[in-house]
């Protein structure tokens, strides 16, 4: 399987209807791939917090009609990043919530998942006080692996990872809006969660600078001995490639059974 990470670059001077565009153009260059990843909040900017509410739609909404096509057209499985989605709360009627949430498309165009994600950033500011958190950890089948999916500030959090890994997940996707500051931490977290869970990680930030918070980019693609098979060197706007092998998996989990001898749970 050929898994392709667009590193978009996200630039307050470009429309959002501009960026959707330009998204789905890259997205029907790779042809070449099976699967296509696009980062987190990649409309609006994962720190353009006075956006999120004007930038806000539903599932089915414009970024997700374009997005479709684009994977259709390419014949490509698409995880098309993160958009803040707008959606009744739970509990019916009684006003509406934000979500960051993730969209996966099959190579016919239909939604096959979304994810609200579950750990939101902030500290009581931006995203953990603007958005609602999901609830439910979300895995996607494709043809030969099983996708886990998680959301940039996901990452600190291993046991969403390790519940991904429990429910059958092989491949790890994390869509990232990463600043440039803790650039290291990104790529040291990307490396440990496949080590520990002997999956590939695919690692997609993006480039640019969101709200003046210039973007980590760094985007790489990690094999599940924890060997970086392809690496975005910088936070320019790129396309970082590489070949995910299914059975690489289970040879890794067989010969070095760390998942077996497991205790505590």
């Known amino acids: 399987m050929r898994a392709s990470l667009i590193q978009i670059g996200v630039d307050g001077?470009?429309?959002?209807?501009?960026?959707?565009?330009?998204?789905?153009?890259?997205?029907?260059?790779?042809?070449?791939?099976?699967?296509?990843?696009?980062?987190?909040l990649w409309t609006v900017g994962a720190f353009a917090f006075d956006s999120f509410e004007s930038g806000a739609e539903?599932?089915?909404?414009?970024?997700?009609?374009?997005?479709?096509?684009?994977?259709?057209?390419a014949r490509v499985w698409l995880?098309?990043?993160?958009v803040v989605e707008r959606a009744e709360r739970p509990g019916g009627p009684g006003g509406t919530a934000?979500?960051?949430?993730?969209?996966?498309?099959s190579p016919d165009g239909e939604r096959a998942a979304a994810y609200r994600k579950i750990h939101r950033f902030g500290f009581d500011r931006g995203e953990a006080t603007l958005m609602s958190a999901g609830a439910e950890p979300v895995t996607v089948a494709l043809p030969g692996i099983t996708l886990g999916l998680a959301t940039c500030y996901d990452l600190r959090f291993p046991e969403l990872f390790r519940a991904l890994t429990d429910a059958g997940a092989r491949a790890l996707v994390v869509p990232a809006g990463w600043p440039a500051r803790r650039a290291s931490h990104w790529s040291l977290l990307a490396r440990a969660r496949a080590v520990e869970n002997q999956a590939y990680v695919l690692a997609c930030g993006?480039?640019?600078?969101?709200?003046?918070v210039p973007q980590a980019g760094r985007s790489a693609i990690i094999d599940p001995w924890g060997e970086t098979l392809a690496e975005a060197p910088d936070a320019g706007e790129r396309v970082v490639t590489a070949e995910l092998d299914p059975a690489y998996v289970d040879k890794v989990r067989q010969?070095?059974?760390?998942?077996?001898?497991r205790v505590l749970r």
């Open 206 to 212: 993006t480039a640019g600078t969101h709200a003046g």
């Open 58 to 73: 539903p599932l089915d909404g414009p970024t997700a009609r374009v997005m479709s096509e684009a994977a259709r057209e």
């Open 13 to 40: 001077d470009e429309t959002v209807e501009a960026r959707r565009l330009r998204a789905a153009s890259l997205v029907r260059e790779q042809t070449a791939s099976d699967l296509v990843v696009l980062p987190e």
């Open 98 to 105: 934000l979500y960051n949430t993730s969209l996966v498309f």
């Open 255 to 261: 010969d070095f059974p760390v998942l077996r001898d």
């Open 79 to 82: 995880h098309a990043g993160s």
